[in-house]
Antibody, heavy 119, light 109 residues
Framework: EVQLVESGGDLVKPGGSLRLSCAAS????????MSWVRQAPGKGLEWIGR??????????DYAAFVKGRFTITRDDSENTLFLQMNSLKSDDTAVYYCTTEAPSVFYYWGQGTLVTVSS | QTVVTQEPSLTVSPGGTVTLTCASS?????????PNWFQQNPGQAPRALIYSTINKHSSTPARFSGSLLGGKAALTLSGVQPEDEAEYYC?????????FGGGTKLTVL
């Protein structure tokens, strides 16, 4: 059974940093393009960015709002995806989901991890 | 900035048919935007329904179908069930980035 489990969500002060993890099981991460999506409280879904497989260059793409603050990486040996978030703002308060993107097909989703940015 | 627009809310009677649409601020939506559709219930992760305009996942009920309609991506629910009441999101691809629509709250009443 495929599972994605996000972790690392926490309460962080504005300007702070946080690293989220997404542990994959039931499939081999090395073969999967992966994306991060977030959802602010009571709001819609927002695509953050993705990382391709190393076979496809391992490159990343990001939404315009990221503006260099977020970085997506992958550790295929640990079957884990990461989202490093810097210079956090109150607007970044959201549930963060990881999802497979296979390409252009988003099927498996984690249950999300909550990030709260507040002083 | 690219904007993807969905109806904020729609209401349908049980057993009825409803079409949700997804428009792009850049112009007509084509298959090259690889439209995806998702269903989300409160407190849950999104559930994938449709990919690449018309393709259903193995878990997608037969009553859901995707299409292009009048320059928009569309999701049609035929024979709506009470459990279809949920938020629905479309997702479009723009040259290296994906953009979600704002979502449609579907009420079954």
């Amino acid at each position: 059974e495929v599972q994605l489990v996000e972790s690392g969500g926490d309460l962080v002060k504005p300007g702070g940093s946080l690293r989220l993890s997404c542990a994959a099981s039931g499939f081999t991460l090395i073969n999967a393009w992966m994306s991060w999506v977030r959802q602010a409280p009571g709001k819609g879904l927002e695509w953050i960015g993705r990382v391709k497989t190393k076979a496809d260059g391992g490159t990343t793409d990001y939404a315009a709002f990221v503006k260099g603050r977020f970085t997506i990486t992958r550790d295929d040996s640990e079957n884990t995806l990461f989202l490093q978030m810097n210079s956090l703002k109150s607007d970044d308060t959201a549930v963060y989901y990881c999802t497979t993107e296979a390409p252009s097909v988003f099927y498996y989703w984690g249950q999300g991890t909550l990030v709260t940015v507040s002083s | 900035q690219t904007v993807v627009t969905q109806e904020p809310s729609l209401t349908v009677s049980p057993g009825g048919t409803v079409t949700l649409t997804c428009a792009s601020s850049t112009g007509a939506v084509t298959s090259g935007y690889y439209p995806n559709w998702f269903q989300q219930n409160p407190g849950q992760a999104p559930r994938a329904l449709i990919y690449s305009t018309i393709n259903k996942h193995s878990s997608t009920p037969a009553r859901f179908s995707g299409s292009l309609l009048g320059g928009k991506a569309a999701l049609t629910l035929s024979g709506v069930q009470p459990e279809d009441e949920a938020e629905y999101y479309c997702l479009l691809y723009y040259d290296g980035a994906w953009v979600f629509g704002g979502g449609t709250k579907l009420t079954v009443l």
